[in-house]
Nanobody
Framework: QVQLVESGGGLVQAGDSLRLSCAGS????????MHWFRQAPGKEREFVAG????????SLSDSVKLRFTISRDNAKNTVYLQMNSLMPEDTAIYYC??????????????????WGQGTQVTVSS
């Protein structure tokens, strides 16, 4: 069965960095575009970053594009989200999602084939 497992979240102070990982199993990882979303309490889930199957194209939301980077290692079936200069407004549950033969840009949430369970990121001021 397919599993996406996020890790690396935690409680940090404003200005700190974190690297999230999402490890996939049970799927042909290199056939999936991988995206990161986040959801803060009381808010809708929002796109953060996306990367194509080969890693050749990436997209980042305007709110994070100067601070976050996305990368992947298909040999390890893992996608990463490097988050620098974290701010309190980055506090959310972060989810990875897989989209078969997808691109780096986001689409409707229903178009994603698999989701992880999420990892909490809390940034204190």
């Amino acid at each position: 069965q397919v599993q996406l497992v996020e890790s690396g979240g935690g409680l940090v102070q404003a200005g700190d960095s974190l690297r999230l990982s999402c490890a996939g199993s049970g799927l042909t990882f290199s056939s999936y575009a991988m995206h990161w979303f986040r959801q803060a309490p009381g808010k809708e889930r929002e796109f953060v970053a996306g990367i194509t199957m080969s890693g050749g194209s990436k997209s980042l939301s305007d709110s994070v594009k100067l601070r976050f980077t996305i990368s992947r290692d298909n040999a390890k079936n893992t996608v990463y989200l490097q988050m620098n200069s974290l701010m309190p407004e980055d506090t959310a549950i972060y989810y990875c999602a897989a989209k078969l033969y997808g691109g780096s840009r986001p689409g409707p949430l229903t178009q994603y084939n698999y989701w992880g369970q999420g990892t909490q990121v809390t940034v204190s001021s």
